[in-house]
């Protein structure tokens, strides 16, 4: 069974510019959450998908977006990148259920220069 | 504010012992628990959870143990074994929840 796919693993940006980062999930699962992780903060929340709707969200900026198609790929986007923005950004997916583990991607590395 | 802790950085371990990772809470909120296990340049791959209704549970060398009004929970290991080395992350959950709170992680070290 394939696990959670990101794309792509590595991304190089400038202030200001905006990504697009994408996610898709293992086959079956319907909810999509995404976190960032930094060597201060670890890993945060930033904000869970469930049949194309947002249900959670995390305490990030507006500059943080997110969606999810009708097949539960998920993509997030990132406006005017700043550089504090670099970190490793983690999707998971799961079934969506209440107490059903999530189940993580390798990441997508994105550095802000 | 860092609602979910693990206070060791690290952890070193001989081949064949117990390793035994702890995770404390601050928000009895929580229901749902879980243990993360990271190698470097891989995402967390899900190792074990529990709920909060149990106090324990197993799954071959792995055994989660919950005490709820510690607040307290931890992951034990055994045996041991090297390629166990890796980052350890701890998470939590509200109910009806699907956000993760995530301790910042100790990195275990299971030396031959």
């Known amino acids: 069974k394939a696990g959670v796919t990101q794309t792509p693993r590595y991304l190089i940006k400038t202030r200001g510019q905006q990504v697009t980062l994408s996610c898709s999930p293992i086959?079956?699962?319907?909810?999509v959450s995404w976190y960032q992780q930094t060597p201060g903060q670890g890993l945060q929340f930033l904000f869970e998908?469930?049949?194309?709707?947002?249900?959670n969200k995390g305490n990030f900026p507006g500059r943080f977006s997110g969606r999810q198609f009708s097949n539960s790929r998920s993509e997030m986007n990132v406006s005017t990148l700043e550089l504090g923005d670099s970190a490793l950004y983690l999707c998971?997916?799961?079934?969506?259920?209440?107490?059903?583990?999530?189940?993580f991607g390798d990441g997508t590395r994105l550095s802000i220069l | 504010d860092q609602q979910v802790k693990q206070n060791s950085p690290s952890l070193s371990v001989q081949e064949g012992r117990i390793s035994i990772l702890n995770c404390d809470y601050t928000?009895?909120?929580?229901?749902?628990f879980l243990w993360y296990k990271k190698y470097p340049a891989e995402g967390p791959t899900f190792l074990i959870s529990?709920?909060?209704?149990?106090d324990k549970n197993e799954d071959g060398r792995f055994t989660v143990f919950l005490n709820k009004s510690a607040k307290h929970l931890s992951l034990h290991i055994v045996p041991s074994q090297p390629g166990d080395s890796a980052v350890y992350f701890c998470?939590?959950?509200?109910?009806?929840?699907?956000?993760?709170?995530f301790g910042k992680g100790t990195s275990l070290l299971v030396t031959p």
């Open positions: 998971a997916s799961s079934l969506g259920e209440s107490n059903q583990p999530q189940h």
């Open positions: 086959s079956g699962h319907r909810s």
């Open positions: 998908y469930f049949s194309e709707t947002q249900r």
């Open positions: 928000n009895s909120m929580f229901d749902y």
């Open positions: 529990i709920s909060s209704i149990k």
């Open positions: 998470a939590a959950s509200r109910p009806s929840g699907y956000a993760l709170n």
